[in-house]
Structure formats: C-alpha cells, structure tokens
C-alpha cells in the first residue's frame, strides 16, 4: 500500500506561482512512477506531468498545455514528488492530484493505470 498527501494548493493570480508537495509512506518510494493529475468540475482527469525512473536516469513528461510552465521533481530522501508551477492561468485551476504507478504502464497518461492516488489539493488561479 501506498499513502499519498498533497499538499501547497491555494489561491492565486494570473502568472503567479505555486509549488505542489506529495509526500509518500507505505512503500519504497524510488521504485514508484509518480504523475500529476488535475480534474476541473465537469471535466476528466487529465494528465498533468511524470516523472520515473529507469535505474540510471529519469524520464519527465508533461502535457502540452503545461509544457514549459510547470516542472516535476522528487526527492527520494523525503519521499516526496514536487510540482512547480509557474506563470499559471485561469485555465489551470483545477484539484490537483499525485499518484503512484507501481507497474510502469506504457500508457502513464491515462489515471486509470495508477494505483494510488491523494485526496487533491485545489489550485484556483484568477484573473
């Protein structure tokens, strides 16, 4: 099992900036393929970023709406995964969720290949 808290969500304006925590327990943090999801209301979750590890590099993926604005991170040592997001839009609020894919699916991109999940943090950016 896997235990996952968000946490850094809030309020902010157009163009700020806010960086998302995901603390991990219950598993060996390094072996897991950890994404970011958003869902807005009456939207899908969609596929926000990722980040794995294949032993000898990592390997980061983004969604092309985010791409050059928000960047994933961990840090092993604290069990953690990061999401910095920078120059934010109104189109990006949204709850924010990590998750934790023990099984390294091709497809990372599709939440429903994810087996662990936190509760979400809202980001709310206005104009």
């Known amino acids: 099992q896997v235990q996952l808290v968000e946490s850094g969500g809030g309020l902010v304006q157009a163009g700020g900036s806010l960086r998302l925590s995901c603390a991990a327990s219950?598993?060996?943090?390094?072996?897991?393929?950890m994404g970011w999801f958003r869902q807005a209301p009456g939207k899908e979750r969609e596929f926000v970023a990722l980040?794995?590890?294949?032993?000898?590099?990592?390997?980061?993926d983004y969604a092309d709406s985010v791409k050059g604005r928000f960047t994933i991170s961990r840090d092993n040592a604290k069990n953690t995964v990061y999401l910095q997001m920078n120059s934010l839009k109104p189109e990006d609020t949204s709850v924010y969720y990590c998750?934790?894919?023990?099984?390294?699916?091709?497809?990372?991109?599709?939440?429903?290949?994810?087996?662990?999940w936190g509760q979400g943090t809202q980001v709310t950016v206005s104009s």
């Open positions: 219950g598993r060996t943090f390094s072996s897991l393929r």
């Open positions: 998750a934790a894919d023990p099984r390294y699916y091709s497809d990372y991109n599709d939440a429903r290949r994810y087996d662990f």
């Open positions: 980040i794995s590890w294949n032993g000898s590099s990592q390997y980061y």
